[in-house]
């Protein structure tokens, strides 16, 4: 399959960041033209929840634009967002290996985005035919479990404020522009993706600003390279010890 009619049928791919176009032409690359014609465009907000933990897996989501995020429910009404799935192009695979039927977890839209939506049996059809597209799935697939696996099991072992270095950390390497981290997360998304409470969060900040470890602009936390490199020691240094 040519990327060309890749591009007819997803025309909003042509203004999506480089990464992600080449993450889609790599990945539908063998993909045959009725199932690239049976896929559907939606633009969702912020805040959408659009895959429920223990409804039917009926449909494979493929992230076009945007972020998303997981969250856990299930803990004394504690919401924890244990996995930001942003190198994962499509969202409700692994069901599919593993021969689920309903989802394993609730996936939220963090920011607009645009989904690419198709019927699990379209898709299943073509991985089942396809042992190249079944090859790349797994790949990506395990490797993204590998790598939250890794995270969780730091996070056993960090408390308090060396969760949020360890967060800070990550969306440095992830995020900064040209050097420079621009936090826009409210304490309440930084609680749920760490799983401390409000005022752990508060005192965090407040230790980390009195070190000089991060800066404030109005309600945005900046983390520039000498910052990020403080903040890494910290957690290099308990992992070391683990």
């Not at 176009?21 to 790599?26: D, H, P, V």
């Not at 090859?135 to 730091?154: D, F, G, W, Y």
């Amino acid at each position: 399959m040519e990327n060309k009619y890749l591009y007819e049928v997803l025309p909003f791919l042509k203004n999506v960041e480089k990464k992600r176009r080449k993450q889609f032409e790599g990945y539908f690359r063998t993909a045959p033209l009725w199932m690239l014609d049976a896929m559907v465009v939606e633009t969702i907000p912020a805040g959408t929840i659009f895959i429920r933990e223990n409804e039917p897996v009926e449909t494979i989501y493929f992230v076009g634009s945007g972020k998303v995020k997981a969250t856990d429910y299930r803990i004394s009404g504690i919401t924890f967002d244990f996995m930001k799935p942003q190198n994962m192009l499509a969202l409700g695979v692994m069901e599919v290996l593993m021969e689920l039927d309903e989802f394993k977890t609730t996936l939220q839209a963090e920011t607009d985005c645009i989904l690419v939506k198709l019927a699990r049996a379209k898709y299943e059809k073509w991985l089942n035919s396809d042992i190249e597209a079944f090859r790349l799935e797994a790949k990506t697939s395990t490797a993204a479990l590998l790598e939250e696996v890794r995270r969780n099991r730091l996070y056993l072992f960090l408390q308090g404020a060396d969760r949020l270095a360890f967060l800070y950390v990550e969306l440095y390497e992830k995020h900064n522009k040209n050097g420079v981290l621009c936090i826009k997360e409210s304490r309440t998304s930084m609680a749920d993706e760490t799983g401390l409470c409000l005022k752990s969060i508060s005192r965090a900040i407040r230790k980390f600003l009195d070190e000089g470890l991060v800066t404030k602009n109005g309600n945005q936390i900046l983390i520039n390279p000498e910052q990020y490199e403080g903040l890494k020691k910290i957690i290099e240094e308990k992992i070391d010890r683990v």
